[in-house]
């Protein structure tokens, strides 16, 4: 859990701070960021594991390298999102919009994908999907 004063900090620079935010490698575990505007942030490496990102702007947002599992992701908007090589193991991405988003050596094993947008979305042949979801036919591009 996040202390008072980095919970106080955070809020301060969602609500107040530059655009985009400059984050990386942060702690952000089990955090509450429900409908957070975070587009354009880097967030390279941060620690976001069973964090609620529900509803939140992560559109161009640097998350390569992120620990993103467990995390709730429910109708974030991650257009453009930069997820490669991040792990998103058993996240929940329930009517996400992940248009454009690059996912080369993403592990996205375990994830809730149910009405999740990957159009034009990008992969390799490393980015390892859930079981038994078809990343093309859901209209991902393979590079």
């Known amino acids: 859990m996040l202390n008072p004063t980095t919970k106080q900090l955070i809020h301060y620079l969602l609500i107040n701070g530059r655009h985009p935010l400059w984050l ?12 957070a505007d975070l587009s354009g942030a880097n967030l390279r490496s941060a ?3 069973s964090a609620n990102l529900s ?12 620990d993103l599992d467990k995390t709730i992701l429910k109708q974030a908007n991650m257009k453009q999102a930069i997820l490669e090589g ?25 994830a809730v994908l149910t009405g999740a947008t990957i159009t034009d979305a990008r992969f ?11 990343p093309i036919a ?6």
């Open 24 to 35: 990386p490698e942060i702690d952000l575990k089990e955090a509450f960021l429900v409908e």
């Open 47 to 49: 620690r976001l594991s």
């Open 55 to 66: 509803q939140a702007n992560l559109t161009g947002a640097n998350l390569a390298i992120a």
């Open 86 to 110: 991040a792990s998103l193991v058993g996240a929940d991405l329930e009517k996400a919009d992940m248009s454009e988003a690059r996912f080369h050596r993403a592990n996205l094993k375990g």
């Open 124 to 134: 390799d042949m490393e980015t390892l999907w859930p079981d038994g979801f078809d």
């Open 138 to 143: 859901a209209g991902a591009v393979k590079e």
